[in-house]
């Protein structure tokens, strides 16, 4: 799919029945040459809902009043690390809201984690200037998501009132410079997103070349100024998933908590239209529902052995299999392969 344009992704964007399961059984097909069956397993630490910042969509932004807001010690975030390792964790994805107050205690908990245990950690955690990146590097942080969530950069302004576009990709562009694996992605039907938006989005990520694409649907938050708006269908999810595989090839692209949240079978079947990770929560169940960027989100209940137990079944009934290592990108081994449709 070395040319494909923004007007033919947008019209496989709406593709519907037959025409959807075509793309997505190709995406799968291209995932399992690349992969094989395998599904890369990270654990997500949310550690502070703690945030400055105030876009629209975010159940954590900062005039949420009503939210209790957290920040897990440092002792406790290395015995969290421990715990996930001995589990068969082998990637951890420490998450917050941006605050730079504990970036000091990031470096210790990164070199805590590399000194102790062969695994790999990715960050998520905003944006920050040059200095601070290079210092989680040189402390051992294999990883960066920054999501940029669109890329019109009318609609991104307007949904990220404290933040600027070029900023942000200057960010993405710096992490790649150090060296980190770098990930971004976008979230599906937002309200004035279009589906010449959502193609240009793959487009974005294909120039720029991104290790990982973390990408799922908008879910309206109540405390948010986008409460009342409607969710996209989950078909356009899948195709937006699947075309994100055939154009990017080989990125990897998580099954998100927010697809199970909107659909029962949600991860099973992105796992199904290629997606190859999966991230469940590994958050200790106390600070769960303290951290919810959409309402209704799965798994808040359940501790984190529970939380393992059932990752592995929805690994299992999409036909997959789940693997404890690293999951490092793959290197392009294909050449592009174009899709007939």
């Not at 007007?7 to 025409?19: A, C, H, P, R, V």
């Not at 040459?33 to 397993?41: A, W």
């Not at 954590?60 to 068969?88: A, P, Q, V």
């Not at 062969?118 to 998520?124: G, V």
Request: charged share 35%; glycine share 6%; hydrophobic share 35%.
């Amino acid at each position: 799919m070395k040319d494909i344009t923004i007007e033919q992704l947008s019209l496989m964007l709406k593709s519907k029945g037959e025409d959807s399961e075509l793309i997505r059984k190709k995406a799968n097909s291209l995932t399992e040459k690349i992969f094989g069956r395998n599904i890369y397993l990270r654990g997500i630490i949310e550690f502070s809902n703690l945030c400055t910042k105030d876009c629209l969509y975010c159940g954590i932004r900062r005039s949420n009043k009503n939210l209790e807001r957290y920040t897990i010690e440092k002792e406790e975030i290395k015995d969290i690390i421990k715990k996930s390792y001995n589990d068969g964790f082998r990637t951890v994805v420490l998450q917050s809201g941006e605050v730079p107050v504990y970036d000091r205690d990031l470096t210790e908990i990164i070199e805590y984690t590399k000194n102790n245990f062969d695994m790999a950690i990715t960050l998520s955690v905003g944006e920050r200037k040059r200095k601070v990146y290079y210092e989680w590097k040189r402390a051992g942080a294999d990883r960066f998501l920054l999501r940029i969530e669109t890329t019109n950069r009318k609609l991104f302004k307007r949904l990220h009132p404290d933040d600027d576009f070029d900023l942000r990709l200057k960010s993405l562009l710096t992490l790649k410079e150090l060296g980190y694996e770098t990930g971004t992605g976008v979230m599906i039907g937002l309200p004035g997103q279009t589906y010449e938006d959502l193609a240009k989005d793959i487009l974005f990520f294909k120039l720029y070349d991104f290790d990982m694409l973390g990408v799922g649907p908008f879910i309206p938050h109540h405390q948010t100024p986008l409460k009342d708006e409607k969710v996209i269908d989950f078909e356009t999810v899948l195709n937006f998933i699947a075309l994100l595989r055939l154009v990017t090839i080989n990125t990897n692209i998580p099954a998100t908590t927010s697809m199970a949240t909107l659909e029962k079978e949600g991860r099973e079947k992105a796992l199904n239209s290629g997606a190859n990770v999966i991230m469940p929560n590994y958050t200790p169940q106390k600070y769960r529902e303290k951290y919810l960027l959409y309402d209704n989100k799965i798994c808040v209940k359940e501790d984190e052995s529970s939380t393992l137990k059932i990752t592995e079944e929805v690994v299992k009934r999409a036909g997959k299999k789940l693997v404890k290592e690293r999951g490092d990108r793959r290197e392009k081994l294909l050449t592009d392969i174009p899709i007939d449709l």
